[in-house]
């Protein structure tokens, strides 16, 4: 027995509708969880949202959302061993310098997937006024 194209267009559609539905759920938990000021987790968006983790990592979009929302570390002053030839002053130095550096790439991140938010929220305002405005 094959399937037919038609149902196999109907098996699609209803994975959209429930990819979406779930995508909603989502995005309402966090939102919820920004509000209340609870910190936002893998777990914590999944538990709002009533899906599994799974849901949560097949994100990618959502995961960097998390992320961006992690509280930053400061960084520590704690001085690893220098390496032969390095003083400590300059292993102390080079290890600040890298912690940077990843901070730097961190909040770099960060704006990139605000930048896209703010993209996706502005092509979404977009179409809800170009459907108020079209006859």
């Given at each position: 027995m094959s399937a037919t194209q038609a149902s196999?267009?109907?098996?699609?559609?209803?994975?959209?509708?429930?990819?979406?539905?779930?995508d909603i759920r989502i995005d309402?938990?966090?939102?919820?969880?920004?509000?209340?000021?609870?910190?936002?987790?893998i777990s914590s968006v999944a538990r709002r949202a009533g899906v599994t983790r799974n849901s949560i990592h097949r994100r990618k979009?959502?995961?960097?959302?998390?992320?961006?929302?992690?509280?930053?570390?400061?960084?520590?002053d704690d001085i690893p061993p220098a390496p032969h030839g390095d003083t400590s002053i300059v292993a102390a130095l080079r290890h600040r310098l890298t912690a940077k550096d990843n901070q730097i790439a961190d909040l770099k991140?960060?704006?990139?997937?605000?930048?896209?938010?703010i993209a996706l929220l502005h092509g979404q305002l977009d179409k809800l006024h170009n459907a108020t405005t079209d006859p």
């Open positions: 196999l267009d109907a098996l699609a559609g209803a994975t959209r509708t429930r990819s979406d539905r779930v309402k938990a966090f939102k919820a969880l920004r509000r209340e000021g609870t910190d936002i987790t979009d959502v995961l960097a959302r998390i992320r961006a929302h992690q509280p930053l570390a400061a960084v520590t991140a960060a704006l990139r997937e605000r930048d896209r938010t």
